[in-house]
């Protein structure tokens, strides 16, 4: 048995321990229904034990040398580096990932958690001038305090890196809530990491619960100063909604409806390998997926018969197998909602090149042609195998059809000109465009994040020690200081 599979408890001021809910949370593989494990889920009252076991803990955490945090940091690395087999495993059997996007995922939460180990070094201020004669402005970066962190199903391993292993490096204290989809590759294993690694008790706490249960106090609650979350713009517009209540920053990670726009002069070989890894990467589950392909008219039916033709030949199956390059959706309810959303295409006069098809929770791929902009299809995020294709005549027209999106995350633009297609990814409204490339990117040390509805903040490299970290002004007056409404003083 994958031994991090065991790792079916709360992780709470440092101890592992069952929930005091009376619910129980059955963890299944996506792909064939068994049990991988089984959670005693949290309450409310351990909930706020894990905050206030969070808090206290930082307080210790906020004296230690910046170079020992930077050991712990380093250590962590190296445990994942040595249990590279079991989690990749445990990717596989708890999301359905292929060995492909395992092996990926880890990759890049080993580059988050190098990233932050330099953070400890970087906690630097400043010595200021002031207007005041003899004042000396003394400007210092301190962590925040105490950070909530919630992450998705779809790659929760290395998202919840993204956020927990900053956070950590930056000084503050953690609370993770995973996915209950992937309570172990989004929560528990973060834990296991972390506590090999020698971080202080009760500094990060996990916590497995119901929302039904504990409802918006994981949000609510006075200790945490900052939510990072990562997930979907419904459930973020609610986060935002309760922190702006309550004062607190929100980091949001939300949905995409990426467009990759494909001119005449594009590289046609190298923009179907691009097209096919943007849209059909992990079945289609990630945000910065291309749920839009655009193509020039010049190019159309020439790139539709290639690109058909090579999504046609993706083996869609059992993700252990080493050949597989399509797993399982991540549950019933995800393959109901993708299955709703490619019979909304049909319904609405979509052209259908490719027919996927649905066998428990594995969707082969489906093409749309010759879709309207306009189309629900083409105006929506589909979390699934299934994708847009676009005819357009002018790249201004493919700007226009590019920014016609309430989502502003990733883009790419695909033509021989690269300085052209630079050009042209400067006025397309997201946080990211990538020429002659996927819209799947990610890079430890590149700012992170979208526009419009696919969210607030920015994370990676220097933007997240800013995220995560806030600044105090102490100044030190050295010489005296004449102030209005003195009393002068009296002679002895």
């Not at 803990?57 to 445990?79: D, G, H, M, S, T």
């Not at 409802?215 to 986060?239: C, K, M, N, Q, Y």
């Not at 291309?290 to 290639?306: A, C, M, P, T």
Request: charged share 25%; net charge negative.
């Amino acid at each position: 048995m994958n031994q991090l599979a065991k790792l079916n408890q709360q992780f709470i001021g440092g101890q592992w321990r069952d929930g005091r809910s009376r619910k129980v949370l059955s963890d299944r593989n996506p792909f064939n229904g068994e049990i991988v494990a089984q959670f005693k889920l949290a309450s409310l009252a351990d909930l706020d034990e894990a905050y206030r076991s969070a808090a206290a803990a930082q307080r210790i955490w906020a004296e230690v040398n910046p170079f020992e945090k930077q050991a712990i940091l380093e250590r962590a690395i190296r445990w994942v580096e040595e249990n590279e087999g079991d989690l990749a495993d445990i990717i596989i059997n708890e999301l359905g990932g292929t060995r492909l996007k395992a092996m990926i995922e880890i990759y890049l939460a080993k580059t988050f958690l190098k990233e932050a180990s330099t953070y400890p070094l970087r906690m630097t201020g400043e010595i200021l001038p002031s207007t005041v004669d003899g004042k000396e402005n003394r400007l210092y970066r301190v962590p925040a305090g105490v950070v909530g962190v919630i992450s998705p199903f779809n790659f929760p391993f290395n998202l919840s890196m993204r956020s927990v292993a900053p956070a950590l490096a930056a000084g503050n204290g953690v609370v993770l809530k995973p996915h209950d989809d992937t309570p172990i590759t989004g929560g528990t294993v973060v834990a296991k990491i972390f506590e090999e690694a020698g971080i202080p008790k009760g500094l990060l706490n996990v916590i497995v619960a119901d929302l039904a249960e504990i409802g918006d106090a994981f949000l609510e609650h006075p200790i945490p100063r900052i939510i990072s979350f990562t997930g979907s713009e419904v459930v973020g517009r609610h986060i935002g909604e309760v922190a702006g209540r309550t004062l607190k920053k929100a980091i949001l990670e939300l949905g995409g409806n990426s467009a990759m726009m494909i001119l005449n002069d594009a590289d046609l070989d190298l923009a179907v390998n691009a097209a096919v890894f943007s849209r059909f990467a992990h079945q289609g589950q990630v945000c910065m997926c291309s749920n839009r392909i655009l193509v020039q008219r010049g190019v159309y039916h020439k790139f539709l018969d290639r690109f058909v033709d090579r999504v046609a030949k993706l083996k869609a199956g059992d993700p252990k197998s080493p050949d597989t390059e399509l797993g399982p959706l991540i549950n019933q309810r995800q393959t109901e909602t993708f299955m709703k959303q490619v019979q909304r295409g049909i319904d609405e006069g979509a052209k259908v090149v490719l027919r996927g098809k649905v066998e428990g929770n594995l969707a082969t791929p489906t093409v749309f042609a010759d879709v309207r902009p306009n189309m629900w299809i083409a105006q929506n995020e589909l979390f699934g195998p299934a994708v847009c294709l676009i005819p357009f005549d002018t790249p201004e027209e493919a700007i226009r059809i590019a920014n016609d999106s309430p989502y502003g995350l990733s883009g790419a633009i695909h033509t021989r000109d690269a300085e052209y297609g630079a050009e042209l990814a400067k006025q397309i409204d997201s946080g990211m465009v990538h020429v002659n490339d996927s819209t799947i990117n990610d890079d430890p040390l590149i700012a992170f994040g979208g526009e419009k509805a696919s969210g607030v903040g920015r994370l990676n490299g220097k933007w997240a020690l800013e995220e995560f970290t806030t600044l105090k002004w102490i100044s030190v007056q050295h010489k005296q200081r004449h102030y209005p409404f003195e009393i002068a003083a009296k002679a002895s």
